[in-house]
């Protein structure tokens, strides 16, 4: 994780920025611009996966929508982020607009890559009002670890 840029943003001016280059994911987290490098195979690998698993048990109980990276979530002025898996509540669909989700999904899901744990201090989705919950799978030498978190009040 590379935090490019010291001064705070607001999504507004991140979205027109012109830095954005190819085979990096960049997210707007408190206002920081955090570029990271592509996921590699096994993290891709990991979140299919789990995309085929959630997909299939929220369709068959008709719980919701799924949604995968890069899909931008949007959560206020100074923070965009785009987790690897995310799932929207039926009952909270409302927060689905064309092209991002304007809100706190129910679920998230994140795959941290080794050498990543300091960026579960950081997470926007972690912290203030709201109801979200939020997963992550650490990858290590011995497979995956789940960890879970309720929002921080």
């Known amino acids: 994780m590379v935090f490019t840029e010291e001064k705070i943003h607001t999504v507004r001016e991140f979205l ?7 085979g990096y994911l960049y997210e707007l987290i408190d206002g920081e611009i955090v570029k990271r490098a592509s996921p ?10 789990l995309s085929y698993f959630f997909q299939a048990f929220v369709r068959e109980k008709k719980l919701g929508k799924i949604f995968f990276a890069p899909y931008d979530v949007y959560l206020d002025e100074e923070n965009l ?4 898996l995310i799932f929207v509540a039926a009952a909270n669909a409302g927060i689905i607009q064309k092209g991002c989700i304007v809100g706190v999904p129910d679920l998230v899901v994140e795959i941290l890559s080794p050498g990543m744990q300091k960026f579960l201090t950081t997470i926007p989705l972690l912290k203030g009002p709201g109801g979200g919950k939020f997963r992550v799978m650490e990858r290590g030498l011995n497979g995956c670890r789940q960890r879970g978190f309720s929002r921080i009040p």
């Open 16 to 22: 027109e920025l012109d830095i954005f280059e190819d």
């Open 40 to 49: 590699d195979t096994e993290h891709q690998s990991i979140a299919s996966n």
């Open 81 to 84: 982020v785009q987790p690897d």
